[in-house]
């Protein structure tokens, strides 16, 4: 089955850029989108469509895809960033099967 | 204002059937798509399956396919999860969220234990 990989954990410190990646066969031809979800909260969208960041989310956050590899990026990451971060896409199939990569666990300190 | 309301928690037992539900509201439910994300304690984010509520097309994840049943009642603007025997390995957090994940709801708990 289609899988999506994403590096373990990611540790920063404030105001430095955060970078998270995500890796997938099918990613040149299917969108990629971000999650973040904190501490006993329902995740919450923060890039959609490789790029697109959804109204609300701030500009700190960028999405970018080249290949097999879609990058979120987080410029100046903040404290209050800290959480677990999920890249979503589909498999080629056709059949709209979704697949969310491992997650990635950002500190920020 | 989107809203998706999911049901409360359940505690249920092996073998037990289990039909949770997610209703929406602020915006024409039959025009998108809702999916279900399993998350097991401590574990990331599953993609359970998508439904259209406008015609009932639904796409299972390989890995629930014939696990459960997913279905949208769009009179009321409800889509629902269910299980025919619940099992232990069941026990998680179920979200659903208007596809892609734009809006979620807030969560059903679910634990399955004798």
């Known amino acids: 089955s289609y899988e999506l990989t994403q590096p373990p954990s990611v540790s920063v410190s404030p105001g430095q850029t955060a970078r998270i990646t995500c890796s997938g066969d099918a990613l040149p031809k299917k969108y990629a989108y971000w999650y973040q979800q904190k501490s006993g909260q329902a995740p919450v969208l923060v890039i959609y469509e490789d790029s697109k960041r959804p109204s609300g989310i701030p500009e700190r956050f960028s999405g970018s895809s080249s290949g097999t590899m879609a990058t979120l990026t987080i410029s100046g990451a903040q404290v209050e960033d800290e959480a677990d971060y999920y890249c979503?896409?589909?498999?080629?199939?056709?059949?709209?099967?979704?697949?969310f990569g491992g997650g990635t666990k950002l500190t920020v300190l | 204002e989107v809203q998706l309301v999911q049901s409360g928690a359940e505690v249920k037992k092996p073998g037990e059937s289990l039909k949770i539900s997610c209703k929406g509201s602020?915006?024409?439910?039959?025009?998108?798509?809702i999916g279900w994300v399993r998350q097991m304690p401590g574990k990331g984010l599953e993609w359970m399956g998508i439904i259209y509520p406008g015609d009932s097309d639904t796409r299972y994840s390989p890995s629930f396919q014939g696990q459960v049943t997913i279905s949208a009642d769009k009179s009321i603007s409800t889509a629902y999860l269910q299980w025919s025997s619940l099992k232990a390995s069941d026990t998680a957090m179920y979200y659903c969220?208007?596809?892609?994940?734009?809006?979620w709801g807030q969560g059903t708990l679910v634990t399955v234990s004798s």
């Open positions: 602020g915006y024409s439910f039959t025009s998108y798509w």
């Open positions: 979503y896409s589909t498999d080629s199939s056709g059949n709209h099967s979704g697949v």
């Open positions: 969220a208007r596809w892609p994940g734009d809006y």
